[in-house]
């Protein structure tokens, strides 16, 4: 599902972009992605954009995030130690936040890979038409094992 939703980041501006439903999967296929993967990828992307129109505007910018027992065991501490560090840079206001964990709790499999958190951090950026900048999208995008430290 994960590089179905890369392909759609890396060719599709906005979600607005896309095609329909029916239209997007016949590409999708056609470039040769099962159909399982695009099935499960088109149902995540119509929970978030349910996601979308339920949290964007409805928290205050000040707000804390007080994680279950239940949200902990299936995020790990790695992710909730990358969204946290997203808050604190700033970059995830608490609407934006709550999206990410709405669709990473949608994911299936504890723990969530942090790399796929990435992802569905990336495409909440996308989903709401925002760019991340460049710094966060080198986090988002480099494998820390590549990185040059200067």
């Known amino acids: 599902m994960f590089d179905v939703l890369v392909y759609l980041y890396e060719n599709y501006w906005r979600p607005d972009a896309c095609p329909e439903n ?3 999967a016949r590409k ?3 470039v040769g992605f099962e159909s399982d993967e695009i099935e499960e990828a ?3 992307l119509d929970g978030l954009a349910s996601a979308a129109q339920c949290y964007v505007g409805q928290q205050t910018t000040h707000s804390l995030r007080v994680y279950s027992a239940a949200e902990h065991d299936h995020l790990g501490e790695d992710c909730i130690g990358f969204v946290s560090f997203l808050e604190s840079a700033g970059v995830l206001a ?3 936040r709550e999206m990410v964990l709405d669709r990473a709790t949608a994911i299936a499999g504890s723990p969530v890979d942090l790399e796929d958190l990435k992802i569905i951090v990336l495409m909440v950026f996308w989903s709401l038409g925002e760019e991340p900048d460049a710094l966060i999208l080198d986090e988002l995008f480099v494998d820390e094992a590549d ?3 200067h």
């Open 22 to 24: 029916a239209q997007l």
């Open 28 to 30: 999708l296929s056609a």
């Open 42 to 44: 088109l149902t995540w």
């Open 94 to 96: 608490p609407p934006m």
């Open 147 to 149: 990185r040059l430290i």
